[in-house]
């Protein structure tokens, strides 16, 4: 199957955590002595990475951005490749509101009118190229671009035996392999790229409701981010053990992560001229570090996109 001849959507992961009815209802549910700002926090970059897909990316079939009851304010709903789709459209009522990112991943597959070829990304990733469907796909095949990582497991466990603190991000990628180790007797010793992924819809359903129910049901009770959870890297396991992904490994020319906190952005864009890029948020940015993000990616793409109102 030739790439040229798929449709493929791209699906993103969004939320608005400066809306203060977001806010409150979050606040409801959560302990107080937990720091998540950086999960959260809405740097515009949505609109951003959005003006980048259209510059880059125009052969995108639709667009969904999958979000908590809110709409960006900047968004032209009416556009005919974009739909917002609702938590509360897709996830079982029971177990929401739902804040817990590496779980919400899973039910994404469960959007009504997605391909079962997709791409999958956070609003703080961007496109830096002109780039063809055969850089995501190849003979109807995600190509699943990630860092070679042989010493993971064993980083993992240093760290526990130092007793260095292993946040809730990493225990949960340790939590997918561990998993899989089991079940499958195989480990890839590799860990993600943070930008746009590719996946097939089939293999998320078959993860979900097959493969994993069991395990995957047991966590997903998890309204924030907790030690029991399990990555989606699961998904990418599963394909690439079935034949149903193509493993490589990314450098930084082809996906470069920025750190929030790091605030020399363009140094970044200057020494690798990567193809894609993440500004990525944490803990250890301040609002001082945040306010620097909109002012470079207003210079990365600054023409409105149709996107937009």
């Not at 140094?267 to 945040?290: G, V, W």
Request: proline residues 5%; contains cysteine; hydrophobic residues 40%.
């Amino acid at each position: 199957m030739s790439s040229k001849n798929i449709s493929i959507d791209l699906v993103y992961m969004w939320v608005d955590g400066n809306d203060p009815k977001w806010l409150e209802k979050k606040q409801r549910y959560m302990d107080k002595k937990i720091n998540t700002v950086g999960r959260y926090v809405d740097n515009q970059e949505l609109k951003y990475s959005l003006r980048s897909v259209e510059k880059h990316l125009p052969w995108i079939r639709k667009i969904f951005i999958f979000t908590d009851d809110q709409i960006p304010v900047f968004l032209d709903t009416s556009h005919p490749k974009i739909e917002i789709v609702h938590h509360s459209q897709i996830i079982p009522n029971e177990i929401l509101p739902l804040f817990n990112s590496s779980l919400i991943e899973y039910f994404i597959y469960k959007i009504p009118d997605l391909s079962e070829h997709f791409l999958f990304a956070n609003d703080d990733t961007f496109v830096n190229d002109d780039l063809k469907p055969s850089f995501f796909f190849k003979d109807g095949l995600p190509i699943m671009r990630m860092l070679y990582n042989p010493l993971i497991k064993y980083k993992l466990k240093l760290k526990k035996v130092l007793n260095i603190n292993v946040n809730t991000y990493r225990l949960a990628i340790e939590n997918a392999f561990i998993l899989f180790k089991k079940r499958f007797n195989i480990f890839y010793p590799i860990s993600q790229h943070h930008n746009i992924d590719a996946f097939l819809k089939s293999d998320f359903k078959a993860v979900v409701e097959n493969v994993f129910n069991k395990e995957l049901e047991a966590v997903f009770g998890n309204r924030f981010r907790d030690k029991t959870d399990i990555h989606r890297m699961l998904i990418n396991y599963y394909a690439l053990a079935n034949n149903r992904g193509i493993l490589t490994y990314a450098d930084r020319k082809e996906s470069c992560r920025i750190r929030v906190h790091r605030t020399n952005y363009q140094r970044y864009i200057t020494k690798y001229n990567p193809q894609l890029f993440c500004i990525n948020d944490s803990e250890h940015a301040t609002d001082e570090h945040r306010a620097q993000v909109e002012p470079f990616l207003k210079k990365m793409y600054p023409l409105k996109s149709k996107f937009e109102k």
